[in-house]
């Protein structure tokens, strides 16, 4: 429960571990067929060093789907490989199969179908003389099935990269959802432009973001007890996620 | 009064100590004797005595203040010695008046994690494990009735109001065979009956809160009353805030302590408790939470001859949470709430000086209703209603304290307990993924799965001299009630799940072993004690459990067992102008769950290697009584990441072990000093004063990890620490 209580802050250096690098792979395919798709293969570095991460190089990728389209991904910067002519489409299974330094990675996901964002509102909360700003996605959830979103905000066209929002229906069921995306500190001002881009993904994204965000999050007073890593759902131990997702999205003026 | 002892100057050996109710019972062959009865801080009595026939002799004790140099001799004062039960810790209210803690609130919570074996949870946290348990496998027991959440305000006080207290027990090894339900520990509290002869009030004014006591006879010498309410107003200073929103946020707690008791006839007493809390939580009008116990006991003694004892209790007992969420236009109501309905029957049989029975009936009646969740049309969420469970646990109980010879005493017995999971309801198999495989659906009254254990229970006393004696001690514990926690921090909305097909009642053995000794005339107590615990059927979570508003909750846990092992030294100093007690644990407390740490043991988060606490009571002169209290503790077993990884533009860290690494110790020094009034025969207050953290010291609360805001190349590691100086004045009256 987080109260804002007082509570003093101060940066500690700690003795922590530098376990062995390990792989880390992200891939998507998406419903936009206008471009191509990425996979991301990096490795793990100490706590202490540098946010820059090695890329693994030179790794075989190919995406395939259910109707029997084989892509073959090309590396275009270290770490980065694209489809070539593969276009996604809701309804398909996707798998993805990566041969990175002897060792084969296998992930499958399958796209669900779209849901249509209608809209995008502002929420303010106000508290202790602050007055946040969130936005607040609005969309109807088809009812009867399981469904799992993601959201992604882009403030003035830059990614917000600070917030994990995933969202499940299992307590909303076809209701029509107004929830705002709570950051953790106040980005939004009045007159910025953000797009909110509303992912449609599979239950083992869902779960694997959702596990992120509990293990990472920066509450203090709510932290859960013993975070782990996420469950991936890329075999022999990678780190990272493979999905496959429609994309919806609107962009509104902050007010 | 319990506890008080009662002996005869002819057969000094021969002792008896009154029950939880004042009833006593003595042996010996008819003739005249000179009967002492004694009890801390009360004068003795002396009465004469003429014994031909079996006789009943009620007694009451004056109070008396504190003597400075003397120590009053009385038996009894060795009962740390010479009785067999080990592991029990009691704690006197004077001692806990005395002791500064934090914003001046007295607090037997606070003062019971000073002694050995018993930890706290953190900072201003109620939460305490005994012996490495978790915070919910203690029994909190107010006058007979479960105390679900003994915390107020996340924890920062407790829900025990000092002034309605009478007696506070705390049994760690060797639990009797009348309690049973938890596995770690029993904390049993009694409410302060009250005065039968005059009616007084007393309280206190601080600067967080206030209370007030008002006990007095009903009808004088036959029966008597005691209420004690209190409330907090941290609020009050929000309220003054300019700022509109801050000053629609409430923050505060209050409660009520009452106790009446009536004495029909010889034979015969009935005594009614009750307690009401109430915590209350807001930020203006978009969220708020309250929640609170309530319990009430009715009870009759029995005196069917000057032998046997009975007591016959009906208690009711509830922990219940209500949240109401407004935000924009979703508007939801989340209750919950947990309910017990007791009845209780203990005989007491006092056969002769060497033999004492005990023996009893316990059955309760448990019902919880994980959530009720309401919703408006325009809410983003539906209304949902978790199915209630309800479940009876009973129990029979006999158990046998034997003097074998002058130097053995053994207390033996033994708990049968059952417990039965009832319908209605639909109950759920699962698959290791979690999925429902089948359900079945149970009318109610129906018995769904029902679980027996039998507890012994076993220590023995060797006594090497007079003053010295070897313990030992073994007792099983079951526990069917499990309170599920997933975060650092208590919630009052934590849910509390019964047993059933899926969850298993947890077990645990404990053997302990310890040397007693006391020395100069029983002024000093030195103990030094080893147990070791093993737990079956430990909860655990899976990685991303879901426990909120979850039907299938029961699909989220994975179980394992447990040990804990450790060595408590104690060493206090009773009476005197000076007193106080040093304690220090050693201790190990590990889990191991075939999913966790790839089935291998590791420290449980409560595992602290040393734990070490100092306190001092120092009355200088009639007027000033200073005290200070220091506390050590080494980190406990925390989950911190090995390396880093970028996801989505975001930084995540890399876990490689449950528990590998250690918090930074703890360690704080809080000072006090009690200033006395005026006082006349009418009337007496005294000013306290005191600092809790006298050094300030940033002790640790949590670390967390992200990204440097100043430096994004590099990512950092953030501690927290809660309070540093709390300085706190109260002023407490008596007339």
Redesign the interface.
């Known amino acids: 429960m987080a109260i804002g209580l007082y509570a003093c802050k101060k940066t500690v250096h700690l003795n922590l571990d530098n376990a062995a690098p390990q792989i880390v792979i992200q891939g998507e395919v998406t419903d936009d067929t206008t471009g191509s798709y990425t996979v991301r293969i990096f490795r793990t570095v100490s706590f202490y060093a540098e946010n820059s991460f090695p890329a693994v190089s030179g790794a075989s990728i190919r995406i395939s789907d259910n109707e029997g389209h084989v892509d073959s991904l090309m590396e275009t910067t270290p770490g980065v490989y694209v489809t070539q002519s593969l276009k996604g489409k809701a309804g398909n299974t996707y798998t993805l199969s990566v041969l990175a330094q002897d060792t084969l990675y296998t992930a499958v996901s399958t796209m669900p179908q779209p849901v249509k964002l209608d809209s995008l509102t502002f929420n303010h909360r106000t508290g202790f003389g602050k007055n946040t700003i969130y936005a607040v996605p609005n969309f109807q959830d088809p009812a009867g099935i399981a469904n799992y979103y993601q959201f992604v905000e882009y403030l003035n066209g830059v990614l917000l990269n600070k917030d994990i929002f995933v969202f499940d229906d299992r307590l909303s069921d076809g209701r029509y959802i107004t929830r705002s995306l709570r950051n953790d500190s106040a980005y939004l001002k009045s007159g910025d432009w953000l797009e909110v881009k509303m992912y449609c993904i599979d239950e083992p994204v869902f779960d694997y973001f959702n596990e992120l965000d509990q293990s990472s999050s920066g509450g203090t007073f709510n932290t859960t007890a013993s975070p782990t890593n996420p469950i991936s759902n890329i075999s022999n131990g990678a780190l990272g996620y493979f999905s496959a997702h429609t994309i919806r999205s609107v962009k509104a003026q902050v007010y | 009064m319990i506890g008080a002892s009662v002996v005869f100057l002819e057969t000094p050996n021969v002792s008896a100590i009154s029950n939880s109710y004042g009833f006593y019972s003595i042996s010996a062959i008819p003739g005249s004797y000179t009967m002492i009865v004694s009890f801390a801080g009360y004068a003795n009595d002396t009465v004469a005595v003429y014994l031909q026939r079996d006789t009943s002799i009620s007694i009451t004790l004056e109070n008396v203040a504190k003597q400075m140099q003397e120590a009053i001799v009385t038996a009894g004062r060795n009962n740390n010695v010479t009785k067999p039960l080990m592991g029990v810790q009691k704690l006197s209210i004077n001692e806990i008046k005395d002791l500064p803690v934090l914003f001046g609130e007295k607090d037997i919570l606070k003062t019971l994690q000073l002694l050995p074996g018993v930890q706290s949870a953190g900072d201003g946290n109620s939460g305490f494990f005994v012996r490495g348990g978790n915070t919910d496998q203690n029994l909190i027991l107010l006058d007979e009735a479960t105390v679900y959440n003994p915390s107020h305000l ?1 924890g920062f006080f407790s829900t025990f109001n000092s002034d309605a207290i009478k007696d506070v027990t705390l049994y760690k090894g060797a639990t009797p065979a009348e309690y049973g339900g938890r596995l770690s520990s029993v904390l049993d509290v009694k409410m302060n009956d009250g005065n039968n002869k005059e009616y007084h009030a007393s309280g206190g004014i601080g600067l967080i809160s206030s209370r007030l006591n008002i006990e007095g006879p009903i009808e004088k010498d036959k029966s008597s009353f005691n209420v004690s309410a209190r409330r907090t107003y941290a609020d009050v200073f929000l309220k003054l805030s300019k ?1 509109s ?2 000053n629609q ?1 409430s923050l505060y707690f209050y409660d009520i302590n009452a106790k009446a008791n009536y004495r029909l006839g010889n034979k015969d007493r009935i005594y009614f408790s009750g307690y009401f809390g109430k915590d209350k ?1 807001g ?2 009008n ?1 969220f708020g ?1 309250d929640y609170g116990n309530s319990t009430g006991t009715l009870r009759w003694n029995h005196i069917f001859s000057s032998r046997m004892f009975s007591n016959t209790s009906l208690i009711y007992s509830k922990y219940n949470y209500d949240i109401k969420i407004n ?4 508007n939801i109501g989340i209750t919950s709430f947990i309910k017990d309905l007791h009845f209780k029957e203990d005989l007491q049989y006092y056969a002769n000086a060497n033999n004492k029975i005990n023996f009893g009936l316990d059955v309760i009646s448990h019902t919880t209703s994980p959530g009720i ?1 309401s919703a408006s049309s ?5 209304p ?1 209603t978790l199915q209630s469970k309800h479940a009876i646990e009973s129990a029979a109980y006999i158990s046998h304290d034997l003097t074998v010879s002058t130097k053995v005493s053994i207390n033996y017995g033994l708990r049968a307990g059952s417990f039965m999971v009832m319908g209605p309801g639909n109950f759920y198999t699962y698959d290791k993924a979690g999925n429902v495989l089948d359900t079945t659906t149970y009318s109610s009254g129906k018995v769904v799965k029902s679980y027996f254990n039998l507890e012994p229970r076993f220590s023995m006393n060797y006594k090497l001299t007079s003053s010295s004696s070897v313990k030992l001690a073994y007792t099983r514990t079951t526990q069917n009630l499990h309170l599920l ?5 208590a ?2 909305t934590d849910v509390w799940i019964p047993s059933s097909n899926n969850v298993k009642p947890e077990i645990a053995d404990q053997v302990s072993a310890g040397y007693y000794r006391n020395f100069k005339d029983n002024q000093y107590e030195f103990s030094s004690e080893v147990y070791y615990r093993s737990m079956q059927n430990q909860i655990d979570y899976k ?2 459990a ?1 426990l909120i ?1 979850n039907e299938n909750v029961e699909s989220q846990i994975v179980f394992g067992k447990g040990r804990a092992y450790g060595w408590e030294l104690f060493v206090k100093k009773k009476y005197g102008r000076f007193n106080g007690w040093i304690s220090y644990t050693l201790s190990r407390t590990e889990r191991q769950f075939t999913e966790i740490n790839n089935g291998r043991y590791f420290p449980a ?1 409560q595992d602290r290697t040393h734990n070490l606490s100092v306190v001092g009571i120092y009355k200088i002169n009639k007027k000033w009584t200073l005290s200070a209290d220091f506390t050590y503790y080494s980190g406990n077993a925390v ?18 072990e ?4 250690r918090m ?1 110790s703890y360690n704080r020094l809080d000072v006090g000093a009690t200033l006395q009034g005026k006082k006349t025969k009418k009337f007496d207050s005294n000013w306290n004063f005191s600092i809790y953290n006298l050094y300030g010291r ?1 002790n ?9 805001p100043d430096d ?11 309070f ?1 100086w709390v300085p706190s004045i109260t002023y407490n009256f008596k007339f």
Do not use: C, H, M
Not at chain 2, 700 to 706: A, C, D, K, L, M
């Open positions: 996340l700022d929103n801050t946020n939580l930020f203006g978009t939470i935000s924009g236009s979703n969740i325009t809410s983003s969420f539906n949902l926690s997933n975060s650092t921090s919630n009052p990685n991303g879901q508003a988060n989950t911190w990441p090995s390396g880093k990884y970028e996801v989505n533009g975001q930084i995540a860290f890399l876990y490689t449950r528990n590998a690494y930074p940033e640790p609360y949590s670390i967390t990890f992200e990204q440097d994004p190349s590099k990512t950092r590691a953030l501690q927290y620490a809660l540093r």
